[in-house]
């Protein structure tokens, strides 16, 4: 029980900091990508997929590095950020990337469309590729070995896997001292279940006594 509670309040803890810091992030991000830009003139909007990367890959690899690289940036900490303001542990890793991508793409995909009524910006949809491609990669580095580690922490090395901690919890309901044992087992070293070795063998029976005349 003691460490059950350890671990709701580490729990609130991580998801009261992931909260803050996504705030705090996205506010930069809508800074970042929503003020006005005082230009001369701008590019046609990119609505072909891949066509921009290409455009950039086209000025050297220096330049595609950085513009490519910015893209990558931009919503990368969205792949930590939003499993740390979930705060749950027992998740398995495919849904909590898919989950995890997938809220990415949409802000991305949010802010593009917002970039249409601001003076400067253009809608590119390599940069909704980009962005979502930033994010996964964020999410796969970090997530699975923090979760993993935190596991082992807070409940143990039998809780390292998702949905460890409730079957341990499970598990030790049953194995409690003075449990029921049944029929032809025995309770063996550490508590745990035995069949008993070999057939058990017919029921002893008392022969009958004759009655005196």
Same mark, same amino acid.
Do not use: C, K
């Given at each position: 029980?003691?460490?059950?509670?350890?671990?709701?309040?580490?729990?609130?803890?991580?998801?009261?900091?992931?909260?803050?810091?996504?705030?705090?992030?996205?506010?930069?991000?809508? %800074?970042?990508?929503?003020?006005?830009?005082?230009?001369? %003139?701008?590019?046609?909007?990119? =609505?072909?997929?891949?066509?921009?990367?290409?455009?950039?890959?086209?000025?050297?690899?220096?330049?595609?590095?950085?513009?490519?690289?910015?893209?990558?940036? =931009?919503?990368?900490?969205?792949?930590?950020?939003?499993?740390?303001?979930?705060?749950?542990?027992?998740?398995?890793? %495919? $849904?909590?990337?898919?989950?995890?991508?997938?809220?990415?793409?949409?802000?991305? =995909?949010?802010?593009?469309?917002?970039?249409?009524?601001?003076?400067?910006?253009?809608?590119?949809?390599?940069?909704?590729?980009?962005?979502?491609?930033?994010?996964?990669?964020?999410?796969?580095?970090?997530?699975?070995?923090?979760?993993?580690?935190?596991?082992?922490?807070?409940? #143990?090395? #039998?809780?390292?896997?998702?949905?460890?901690?409730?079957?341990?919890?499970?598990?030790?309901?049953?194995?409690? $001292?003075?449990? %029921?044992?049944?029929? #032809?087992?025995?309770?063996?070293?550490?508590?745990?279940?035995?069949?008993?070795?070999?057939?058990?063998?017919?029921?002893?029976?008392?022969?009958?006594?004759?009655?005196?005349?």
């Amino acid at each position: 029980m003691q460490r059950q509670g350890s671990g709701g309040s580490a729990a609130l803890r991580y998801r009261v900091a992931g909260l803050v810091l996504l705030f705090v992030h996205l506010v930069f991000v809508g %800074w970042l990508t929503l003020r006005p830009l005082d230009v001369m %003139w701008v590019t046609a909007a990119n =609505l072909e997929p891949l066509a921009g990367i290409r455009a950039d890959l086209a000025l050297g690899p220096v330049e595609a590095a950085r513009r490519i690289g910015e893209s990558l940036l =931009l919503l990368a900490p969205l792949g930590v950020l939003l499993p740390l303001a979930d705060a749950r542990l027992d998740v398995a890793p %495919w $849904a909590s990337l898919v989950r995890t991508v997938s809220a990415g793409a949409l802000l991305s =995909l949010g802010i593009e469309l917002l970039q249409t009524a601001v003076p400067g910006r253009v809608v590119d949809v390599d940069a909704v590729l980009l962005n979502a491609a930033g994010v996964a990669l964020a999410h796969l580095a970090v997530v699975p070995a923090w979760r993993a580690r935190l596991r082992r922490r807070l409940y #143990g090395p #039998g809780g390292g896997g998702a949905g460890g901690p409730r079957a341990g919890i499970g598990a030790r309901v049953g194995a409690g $001292a003075g449990g %029921w044992s049944s029929p #032809g087992r025995s309770r063996g070293p550490g508590g745990t279940l035995r069949r008993e070795d070999g057939p058990q063998g017919a029921t002893p029976r008392i022969p009958r006594v004759g009655t005196a005349p």
